[in-house]
């Protein structure tokens, strides 16, 4: 069955034995594995074989390194390949590199074979969310088409939203959030604002303040969207759809009460709309919108940081702060010349 496929994996690395490492403990797992001196050897092997869908690889490397290995992979039309990164720990400026040119994951050296084992079964599992994916994207590309906004925003707050959830279940064991549904909270984010294709255009593009009537207009959009996704919810049951029913309709709750549609607060609020909200708010302060100019990472966190414990979780905000060098490679990677002009309340 598909859901217990393992997919091949590259492993691309100017030390043998780091190869050799990898190597032996992929193939005892399971997995079939290549192997690549460089990035040079690395696309060579890409080019002939089509089922390589994993790929790990070392940054620092003769004739190709890590860096354009990454940027001409996903320079290329074709199935998506998931690409881990191998870093030094103390090479911050290197890591935020390689994951603003596209790079997925990360791993430092030296390298726990623990950690490659979670590695992998975590990439395993967003490659087979391929075809929910696609889907999602499209239902929520509905909502752009009316809105003016890119591509890109869906796929920053999905990354987002990932990075946050990740760290909120790696610090906070116990919630029991697995590291599987963190990765599908971060699959349904993109319909997070499905409701707003109930808005009239009149509201949704206005450049000035709303009024209150049309302010009470654009608030409904949580209420038509998280109905419509729990109605889909309550006739299949699929567990992503209820942590997308709970992103659309309370992602604007507050943590201390004030927000809408039904007025939350605290543990109230399921958790994956904490984390959508502010995943959300990162992106509205750092992109340009029809009313605003973008802020720049060091305002938007200054903001956030304000906002701890009043409209955000506290601990959401401590995960923000702990992976911002993250958000930041994620904002430069998917950062765009001309920003959506659409209202994002």
Same mark, same amino acid.
């Given at each position: 069955m ?15 034995m ?7 403990r992929?193939?005892?797992d ?8 460089n990035?040079?050897?690395? /696309?060579? *092997?890409l080019?002939?074989?089509?089922? +390589? ?8 490397m &003769? #004739?190709m ?9 996903r ?32 791993m430092t050296?030296?390298i726990f074979l623990d ?11 967003l490659?087979r ?10 239902m929520?590309?509905m ?10 925003? /869906?796929e *920053?707050v999905?990354?987002?939203?990932? +990075?946050?959830?990740?760290d909120?279940?790696?610090?906070? &064991? #116990?919630?029991?959030?697995s ?6 909270i ?9 409701g707003?294709i ?10 000035g ?10 608030q409904?959009?949580?209420?038509i ?16 759809l ?22 939350l607060?605290?543990?109230e609020?399921?958790l ?6 502010l ?12 009313y605003?100019?973008?802020?720049s990472?060091?305002?938007?966190r ?23 060098f993250?958000w930041?490679?994620i ?5 765009e ?9």
């Amino acid at each position: 069955m598909e859901s217990n496929k393992l997919y091949k994996v590259l492993v691309v690395d100017d030390d043998p034995m780091v190869r050799i490492l990898l190597r032996t403990r992929l193939e005892g797992d399971g997995y079939a594995v290549e192997e690549a001196e460089n990035g040079m050897s690395a /696309l060579e *092997r890409l080019a002939g074989d089509h089922e +390589i869908r994993i790929i790990i690889t070392d940054l620092l490397m &003769p #004739e190709m390194n890590g860096f354009e290995l990454i940027s001409r992979i996903r320079g290329q039309d074709g199935r998506y390949a998931y690409i881990i990164v191998l870093s030094q720990m103390s090479d911050r400026k290197s890591l935020i590199h390689a994951l603003s040119n596209g790079a997925d994951d990360y791993m430092t050296k030296p390298i726990f074979l623990d950690e490659v084992r979670l590695r992998l079964a975590g990439a395993a599992r967003l490659l087979r969310l391929e075809g929910q994916d696609a889907l999602i994207f499209s239902m929520a590309k509905m909502m752009e088409f009316r809105s003016e906004e890119t591509g890109y925003h /869906l796929e *920053r707050v999905r990354r987002f939203t990932r +990075i946050a959830a990740r760290d909120f279940a790696i610090s906070h &064991p #116990e919630y029991r959030l697995s590291l599987s549904i963190a990765d599908e909270i971060a699959l349904v984010s993109p319909l997070h604002d499905i409701g707003k294709i109930a808005v009239p255009d009149c509201i949704l593009h206005k450049p000035g303040k709303l009024d209150a009537e049309e302010w009470a207009r654009m608030q409904m959009h949580t209420t038509i969207g998280g109905n419509l996704l729990e109605e889909l919810y309550q006739k299949n049951g699929t567990p992503y759809l209820r942590f997308a029913y709970e992103i659309a309709k309370f992602h604007h709750e507050w943590w201390d009460g004030s927000g809408y549609p039904c007025g939350l607060a605290g543990e109230e609020i399921p958790l994956a709309s904490r984390i959508m909200a502010l995943a959300d708010v990162y992106d509205a302060l750092t992109s340009r919108r029809s009313y605003k100019d973008e802020f720049s990472h060091e305002t938007a966190r200054r903001i956030i940081l304000e906002k701890s414990g009043t409209q955000f979780d506290p601990r959401i905000v401590e995960g923000f702060v702990r992976r911002e060098f993250e958000w930041q490679a994620i904002r430069e990677r998917f950062r765009e010349e001309l920003q959506p002009l659409s209202r994002s309340p």
